[in-house]
């Protein structure tokens, strides 16, 4: 919360501990819905139970349309008011909004708060409910507007003036056939600067771009942000229009994906926070323990090379800054892989992969000579600097290589290829490195102390 | 591009190799805008310089206004055009997008460009180029519509009706007094759905959230998303009008600043695509290159305990396991602080500090043991298995702590905290580990053997 925001909660609190409803009112619905909805969960449940009694349900409805984060949240506050209001204030609120807060309820409880609803909205919200997560159906509303393509720009003007109030968002106009199939798009800037008699079907856009209801919210992301729309239909197997995606639930979309992205990434979580620590351990322990035992196998793979290093023990020095060195080029080329795969739909793989071939070689080479050069003078020994040169050499080009074929792979296999982690290729290029780096230690060495 | 749009291509082609101007506007013409940039920049410059021939610059104009993504591309389309057809493309196009494309010339060719344009156009464009990079002022459009406080709703539909074509969008009436202080604001809904002889005074929200015109554009699109506009205005240091912002750029912003975070944890930017891999190379070097001078100060210090290696070879053998995993929480931990931080602009620092501390000791500990638990019946060697599990799980505390007190402390310095990449964050730990595990084993090893 901002500053300005934490002080009118603390004024709010002074009108509510004096009960007084006219003060509360007036400051209360200045705010725009999300300030609402910010100061309304400061609140306890002794002032939330006045608040109800101060405001009408349509009046709440804006809080809770506008609070969209946690419906586990807002399902305890509808707990608390008595049925008649829920029933109000479910009418008014937009139909994806309900659909979001009823599908996270038990299936008793989700039944008693559709009772409540009239018959046609909560044929609206049954309709919604079953809709696939993250699916352009599980986003949709359907309080749009639609006009037929027989009516006249006055007629379809008549409609939007009642339609205006309940319609989530008015720019677009749709324009469907007496079937229900879509055929058109205007806006409402066409509608306005139009003569009333002018007919709809003379000025409607007919390549209007569409989405399937079960459309993975991905992709419609990605055309909403192309296309720079603020809100795009959705249609039904039939080409029926069933609803629309407005722009900011995209929004959320793009955040929550991009959120994903990072925390695969990261190996890690990052978004859901917690502040008890033993929780907080417990979402990274599964990764951190999973990567220990492949972190194991590369310990035994040392083990096996333990008589080559107590005889050249200098050898040791360099595990390190080796497998470092791989795992961070791995890293660098499986985010690039990643991201590409996620922004290309178009993508020739194999370009793809013969261009981290060649960097990975480019990149092994010229790291190798540096490592070479300085370990050479360091150690006084251009041999061990090779050795060494030529194992950072190989493990940054495996490592690299890695980093791009295991999430080809896994988009192959239908696998998300976010799921591989930085940490993930990190711990298996130790492996590739240590394996690399004590074979070309004992080959060469065996080469030239025999 | 999809498939259905590169067939339109491919018919469009022969549309322009017939020079049927015709067919080629009836066809280019149904497509969107989005589209039609993306057609337009497949074309050579021949068919390109046929285009502009069949099409107005009005007509052209929306290409530009859809293309967004590289001003270059489109300053090269403006030098095969005739200077006319570029003066009226430049007027007809939205400010914002004409900057963008300005900005990215020599001095010498915007001027030329400036010249072209007609006076009040060209101030405006000269207004705006000057604001920085990342803020309100670099993303703000000047075709809004503006009414006054005295209008009533019918005159304001008037000014609607006329100024709707030029505006980017007319979602939101801007209200204004006459020192043009933006005093309200109301919506196209609002218009429609009240009376002509009302005021717009008596109408308008007056609770009006702006931006400065200084302010960073991720703030801004943090404001955006959660109030759920489709536009934002801006206002200069005089709370006077000067602009707006459309979430059709917010979207960009949004997704330009999570690529941002992205690149940045995996320490290579991952969005600038080259298909040379020596250029690709070349981007991912510097990160590795600096990296390696770290690893090699990790190098010397297992040199440094040369003599107890070569004395207890063996302990060489789990180097890999404990700089690896204490990388990989290391990482976690710099994830979840980068995105704590971005999200949360009032974040209790102590709180969040405190909670990594007591984390990273329920994983150190929980690890430490899995750790010790395994090597000591790997090798038979309850002493071994402690110090190299005592040695995890200090490693994994200090590499914890350093993911979540580095970005912090970046944060306070001014700095961007996600300039902490997650190859740093592993490097780094890579040096506290080794450290750690030879400091302790040394001690142990001491304590016992003697």
């Given at each position: 919360?901002?500053?300005?925001?934490?002080?009118?909660?603390?004024?709010?609190?002074?009108?509510?501990?004096?009960?007084?409803?006219?003060?509360?009112?007036?400051?209360?619905l200045?705010?725009?819905?999300?300030?609402?909805?910010?100061?309304?969960?400061?609140?306890?449940?002794?002032?939330?139970?006045?608040?109800?009694?101060?405001?009408?349900?349509?009046?709440?409805?804006?809080?809770?349309?506008?609070?969209e984060?946690?419906?586990?949240?807002?399902?305890?506050?509808?707990?608390?008011?008595?049925l008649?209001?829920?029933?109000?204030?479910?009418?008014?609120?937009?139909?994806?909004?309900?659909?979001?807060?009823?599908?996270?309820?038990?299936?008793?409880?989700?039944?008693?708060?559709?009772?409540?609803?009239?018959?046609?909205?909560?044929?609206?919200?049954?309709?919604?409910?079953?809709?696939?997560?993250?699916?352009?159906?599980?986003?949709?509303?359907?309080?749009?507007?639609?006009?037929?393509?027989?009516?006249?720009?006055?007629?379809?003007?008549q409609?939007?003036?009642?339609?205006?109030?309940?319609?989530?968002?008015?720019?677009?106009?749709?324009?469907?056939?007496?079937?229900?199939?879509?055929?058109?798009?205007?806006?409402?800037?066409?509608?306005?600067?139009?003569?009333?008699?002018?007919k709809?079907?003379?000025?409607?856009?007919?390549?209007?771009?569409?989405?399937?209801?079960?459309?993975?919210?991905?992709?419609?992301?990605?055309?909403?942000?192309?296309?720079?729309?603020?809100?795009?239909?959705?249609?039904?197997?039939?080409?029926?229009?069933?609803?629309?995606?407005?722009?900011?639930?995209?929004?959320?979309?793009?955040?929550?994906?991009?959120?994903?992205?990072?925390?695969?990434?990261?190996?890690?979580?990052?978004?859901?926070?917690?502040?008890?620590?033993?929780?907080?351990?417990?979402?990274?322990?599964p990764?951190?323990?999973?990567?220990?035992?492949?972190?194991?196998?590369?310990?035994?793979?040392?083990?096996?090379?333990?008589?080559?290093?107590?005889?050249?023990?200098?050898?040791?020095?360099?595990?390190?800054?080796?497998?470092?060195?791989?795992?961070?080029?791995?890293?660098?080329?499986?985010?690039?892989?990643?991201?590409?795969?996620?922004?290309?739909?178009?993508?020739?793989?194999?370009?793809?992969?013969?261009?981290?071939?060649?960097?990975g070689?480019?990149i092994?080479?010229?790291?190798?000579?540096?490592?070479?050069?300085?370990?050479?003078?360091?150690?006084?020994?251009?041999?061990?600097?090779?050795?060494?040169?030529?194992?950072?050499?190989?493990?940054?080009?495996?490592?690299?290589?890695?980093?791009?074929?295991?999430?080809i792979?896994?988009?192959?296999?239908?696998?998300?290829?976010?799921?591989?982690?930085g940490?993930?290729?990190?711990?298996?290029?130790?492996?590739?490195?240590?394996?690399?780096y004590?074979?070309?230690?004992?080959?060469?060495?065996?080469?030239?102390?025999?």
């Amino acid at each position: 919360m901002t500053e300005e925001l934490e002080q009118i909660k603390v004024a709010l609190e002074a009108t509510l501990n004096k009960r007084s409803r006219k003060k509360f009112r007036r400051l209360f619905l200045s705010l725009h819905g999300y300030e609402q909805s910010q100061v309304f969960a400061e609140f306890d449940v002794m002032q939330r139970k006045l608040i109800y009694t101060f405001l009408t349900p349509e009046e709440l409805a804006n809080v809770f349309d506008d609070t969209e984060e946690d419906p586990v949240e807002a399902s305890k506050y509808l707990a608390e008011m008595p049925l008649p209001y829920v029933a109000r204030l479910l009418g008014e609120m937009y139909t994806d909004n309900v659909v979001d807060i009823l599908a996270e309820m038990s299936p008793i409880q989700r039944r008693k708060y559709l009772n409540l609803l009239r018959g046609d909205e909560a044929k609206q919200v049954r309709d919604l409910i079953h809709y696939e997560d993250e699916t352009a159906g599980s986003l949709m509303t359907t309080e749009y507007i639609a006009v037929t393509d027989q009516q006249t720009i006055g007629s379809a003007m008549q409609q939007v003036k009642q339609e205006a109030q309940d319609a989530e968002l008015i720019t677009y106009i749709y324009v469907i056939d007496d079937q229900g199939i879509l055929v058109g798009v205007l806006s409402v800037r066409d509608l306005i600067t139009h003569q009333d008699d002018e007919k709809i079907a003379d000025i409607m856009i007919t390549r209007v771009l569409a989405v399937d209801v079960n459309e993975d919210q991905e992709t419609i992301a990605e055309q909403v942000r192309d296309y720079n729309f603020v809100a795009i239909p959705v249609v039904n197997a039939a080409e029926k229009m069933v609803g629309i995606i407005t722009v900011d639930d995209i929004i959320d979309v793009i955040d929550e994906e991009s959120a994903e992205d990072y925390s695969r990434l990261a190996g890690v979580d990052t978004e859901s926070i917690s502040h008890n620590p033993f929780q907080t351990a417990l979402k990274r322990l599964p990764w951190l323990i999973t990567l220990l035992f492949l972190g194991m196998l590369t310990a035994t793979l040392i083990n096996h090379f333990e008589g080559l290093l107590s005889e050249v023990s200098v050898l040791a020095i360099f595990i390190s800054l080796i497998t470092g060195t791989a795992g961070n080029a791995g890293t660098q080329s499986l985010a690039v892989a990643v991201r590409r795969l996620a922004t290309n739909n178009h993508l020739k793989i194999w370009r793809l992969i013969l261009n981290e071939v060649a960097t990975g070689i480019i990149i092994g080479v010229i790291t190798g000579i540096c490592v070479w050069i300085m370990v050479g003078l360091w150690k006084q020994n251009l041999l061990l600097g090779g050795v060494v040169g030529a194992a950072m050499a190989s493990a940054i080009f495996v490592a690299n290589l890695a980093g791009s074929l295991i999430p080809i792979g896994m988009e192959k296999l239908g696998v998300d290829p976010a799921v591989a982690s930085g940490p993930f290729i990190s711990t298996l290029s130790d492996l590739t490195s240590v394996l690399i780096y004590f074979n070309i230690a004992q080959y060469f060495l065996q080469m030239f102390v025999n």
